[in-house]
């Protein structure tokens, strides 16, 4: 049986955005791994989030919801997630990867909206 060789997987993301002014920023921007390879995904902010949920949009354009970690670790199967709203950052980590593991990453972040003051009567 012949192993594959060269380059199996392409991880891309977004660099920056911003919702509701809030930045956002994905590291690494690109990423290319070997099959079986270990990798870590991380995302900043620019304020402190309620939850973050991690998604894959594979080459087929199929979004794929991954993972929900509001604080703290949550492991799923390969997917190790972290989110420290402290800190303000979340992280993403794959073990063993497969060529079905390419695609487009995304971490989608829930941030508190100010409460607007109570109307006098």
């Excluded at 990423?31 to 079986?36: A, F, R, T, V, Y």
């Excluded at 270990?38 to 794929?64: A, D, E, K, M």
């Excluded at 670790?73 to 390969?78: E, I, L, M, P, V």
Aim: hydrophobic share 35%.
């Amino acid at each position: 049986m012949k192993k594959l060789a060269g380059t199996v997987l392409g991880l891309l993301f977004a660099q920056v955005c911003c919702v509701r002014g809030v930045d956002v920023e994905q590291n690494p921007p690109a990423l290319s791994l070997q099959e079986g390879a270990n990798s870590t995904l991380w995302c900043n902010f620019s304020t402190s989030p309620l939850s973050v949920n991690w998604y894959l949009q594979n080459p087929g354009g199929r979004l794929i919801h991954l993972v929900y970690v509001p604080s703290g670790t949550k492991q799923d199967g390969r997917l190790k997630a972290t989110t420290v709203p402290a800190e303000r950052r979340s992280s993403l980590h794959s073990s063993s990867s497969r060529t079905t593991d390419s695609g487009t990453y995304f971490c989608a972040v829930q941030h508190g909206a100010p409460q607007a003051p109570a109307a006098s009567t």
